[in-house]
Nanobody, 124 residues
Framework: QVQLVESGGGLVQPGGSLKLSCVASGSSISLQAVDAMGWYRQAPGKQRELVAT???????NYSPSVKGQFTISRDNAKNTVYLQMNSLQPEDTAVYYC???????????????WGKGTLVTVSS
């Protein structure tokens, strides 16, 4: 099993920035099975969407809706993945979830390891 804990959400004004963190823990065998991590978000009344992924080697992918605005990174020594979010707008308001998964030839595959989420509210 892999446990994921997100932090860093909060209330920010339009145009502001936030940096989310996700710490992964679990058995060595479970963690070794994870070769990519992803950040998802779910806005009120909308489906959960994938916004960014990063592989163990550092390759990244972004949803077109956040490309150039969000940056995903990781610190393998700390088992931590980050999501730097800049120029935030009200439409970025959502619960942001961390996920552990696989990097496949057809894209990111989300395993059933999720954090509880962290709420980001963009409002003046």
């Amino acid at each position: 099993q892999v446990q994921l804990v997100e932090s860093g959400g909060g209330l920010v004004q339009p145009g502001g920035s936030l940096k989310l963190s996700c710490v992964a823990s679990g058995s060595s065998i479970s963690l070794q099975a994870v070769d990519a991590m992803g950040w998802y978000r779910q806005a009120p009344g909308k489906q959960r969407e994938l916004v960014a992924t990063i592989t163990n080697s550092g390759s990244t992918n972004y949803s077109p809706s956040v490309k150039g605005q969000f940056t995903i990174s990781r610190d393998n020594a700390k088992n931590t993945v980050y999501l730097q979010m800049n120029s935030l707008q009200p439409e970025d308001t959502a619960v942001y979830y961390c996920n552990a998964g696989h990097d496949t030839v057809v894209g990111y595959y989300a395993m059933d390891y999720w954090g509880k989420g962290t709420l980001v509210t963009v409002s003046s």
